[in-house]
């Protein structure tokens, strides 16, 4: 056989390998369509398998609008990193002055207690707590409602989920401002309550909606057109249905589609946590911007030591251990994504970011092997463990690697 490798050291025959183990994933009716690209130096390779909709007569396209979730932190993280720069935000300020509603914190003396058994907060919530998650308050990982801080977080509509919260931003910090923490500031991660906070933290601080800040400061300058928090009317046909497993029966059903979509409007909370939607190539361009360290298309969006801060694990190993669903033995969190600190797969390069999103997406950039990987499905996640398609993306595009 003749050796094929592109210009980015990628192997086109094992390319092929990535095609193959993608499709077989539509082909067993386990998603009904996919996107998989693989990016490296400047070297791209898309594969659009399936279909918009199971059972569907519309193929996937390159351009398909994906519901992409938590893949939506490291963009807010990087929206906050862009006021950090301009002074606008200081990283460990309290972050009284624009939350007033997180100020004067009650702290649960156990996370499984009552309400009203609290202590005082030892020091106030800054800004470095919510990009590293450890505000004190987020997802609870046991059994939905067997503590009453989960229960009461439900009620709220504050409970991290698929979709995009139904309050206000002003009425939804109100509500999260009615709660205890659960834990003291900084002592622990808790997962996604930080991104959603930082959120409303940007538009206070930027005075315009979270929305119109990210355009003008990181779509727009990065040519992501299509990338928001709703599918315009003239792109609801790209906009694929969207599956979960329905439990016991294992079978695929309907969460989300095109006619009724949650995201087909303006939504009522900007969710920096999880709200946006966007096509592979638009987030792309993101990592590419950060992977070049913030400088994308002749434009620095943000400095190298402010990527770098980003990008460099912020854990203490007992807040790691503490959370060894997300991150297992190989990763840590920077500011709004993950981080690799130690290699035991193909893919997990100390220093490659990114994060996964729980509606059937993962994207991360490798500055190592100046690799970026982005897989977008419409199936969403069972667990917080990754499924089979993301480990079989990842291992596909490493073992692509060809110099």
């Given at each position: 056989?003749?050796?094929?490798?592109?210009?980015?050291g990628?192997?086109?025959?094992?390319l092929?390998?990535?095609?193959?183990?993608?499709?077989?994933?539509?082909?067993?009716?386990e998603a009904?369509?996919?996107?998989a690209l693989?990016?490296?130096?400047?070297?791209?390779?898309?594969?659009?398998?399936g279909?918009l909709?199971?059972?569907g007569?519309m193929?996937?396209?390159?351009?398909a609008?994906?519901?992409?979730?938590?893949?939506t932190?490291p963009?807010?993280?990087?929206?906050?990193?862009?006021?950090?720069?301009?002074?606008?935000?200081r990283?460990?300020?309290?972050v009284?002055?624009?939350?007033?509603?997180?100020?004067?914190?009650?702290?649960?003396k156990?996370?499984d207690?009552?309400l009203?058994d609290?202590?005082?907060?030892n020091?106030?919530i800054?800004?470095r707590?919510?990009l590293t998650f450890?505000?004190?308050i987020g997802?609870?990982?046991?059994p939905p409602?067997?503590?009453?801080?989960?229960?009461?977080?439900?009620s709220?509509?504050?409970?991290?989920?698929?979709?995009?919260?139904?309050?206000?931003?002003?009425?939804?910090?109100?509500?999260?401002?009615?709660?205890?923490?659960i834990?003291?500031?900084?002592?622990r991660?808790m997962?996604h309550?930080g991104?959603?906070v930082?959120?409303?933290?940007?538009?206070?601080?930027?005075g315009q909606?979270?929305?119109?800040?990210?355009r003008?400061?990181?779509?727009e300058?990065?040519?992501m057109?299509?990338?928001?928090?709703h599918v315009p009317?003239?792109?609801?046909?790209?906009?694929p249905?969207?599956?979960?497993r329905e439990?016991?029966?294992?079978?695929?059903?309907?969460?989300?589609?095109?006619?009724s979509?949650?995201?087909?409007s303006?939504?009522?909370?900007?969710?920096?946590?999880?709200?946006?939607v966007t096509t592979?190539?638009?987030?792309?361009a993101?990592?590419?911007?950060m992977?070049?360290?913030g400088?994308?298309?002749g434009?620095r969006i943000?400095?190298r030591?402010?990527?770098e801060l980003m990008?460099?694990?912020?854990l203490?190993?007992?807040?790691r251990?503490?959370?060894?669903?997300f991150?297992?033995?190989?990763?840590?969190?920077?500011?709004?994504?993950?981080?690799?600190?130690?290699r035991?797969?193909?893919?997990?390069?100390?220093g490659r970011?990114?994060?996964d999103?729980?509606?059937?997406?993962?994207?991360?950039?490798?500055p190592?092997?100046?690799?970026?990987?982005?897989?977008?499905?419409?199936?969403?996640?069972d667990s917080?463990?990754?499924?089979?398609?993301f480990?079989?993306?990842?291992t596909?595009?490493y073992?692509?690697?060809?110099?």
């Open positions: 056989m003749v050796r094929t490798m592109s210009g980015g990628l192997s086109k025959e094992r092929g390998r990535l095609r193959g183990a993608m499709a077989g994933y539509v082909e067993r009716g009904p369509g996919l996107v693989v990016s490296r130096r400047g070297d791209t390779h898309v594969e659009a398998i279909m909709a199971a059972g007569s193929p996937m396209r390159r351009d609008i994906f519901r992409i979730a938590s893949m932190k963009i807010t993280a990087a929206a906050a990193m862009i006021l950090v720069e301009e002074c606008a935000l990283l460990d300020e309290a009284d002055r624009l939350l007033p509603e997180l100020a004067g914190r009650r702290v649960l156990r996370p207690g009552p009203d609290t202590v005082a907060s020091r106030p800054t800004v707590d919510l450890r505000l004190g997802a609870v990982m046991a409602g067997s503590h009453p801080i989960q229960r009461a977080m439900e709220e509509g504050l409970a991290p989920g698929p979709n995009p919260p139904l309050h206000a931003p002003d009425e939804w910090m109100k509500r999260l401002g009615r709660l205890p923490l834990h003291q500031p900084g002592e991660w997962y309550t991104s959603d930082l959120g409303v933290l940007i538009a206070r601080a930027s909606p979270l929305e119109r800040f990210l003008e400061r990181i779509f300058p990065l040519g057109m299509d990338t928001g928090f009317g003239n792109k609801l046909d790209r906009l249905t969207s599956y979960r439990a016991g029966s294992g079978v695929l059903i309907v969460h989300d589609e095109p006619a979509s949650r995201w087909g303006p939504p009522a909370f900007e969710s920096g946590g999880a709200g946006l592979a190539d638009d987030y792309l993101f990592c590419r911007m992977l070049n360290k400088w994308y298309g434009e943000l400095s030591p402010a990527v990008t460099t694990d912020h203490t190993p007992e807040q251990a503490d959370n060894r669903v991150f297992g033995d190989h990763s840590g969190w920077g500011f709004g994504a993950a981080v690799n600190i130690r035991e797969s193909l893919s997990t390069v100390p970011f990114g994060w999103g729980g509606i059937g997406t993962t994207g991360y950039t490798d190592k092997e100046e690799l970026i990987g982005i897989l977008l499905t419409q199936r969403m996640m917080p463990e990754p499924p089979g398609v480990l079989d993306f990842w596909s595009a073992q692509a690697i060809d110099d």
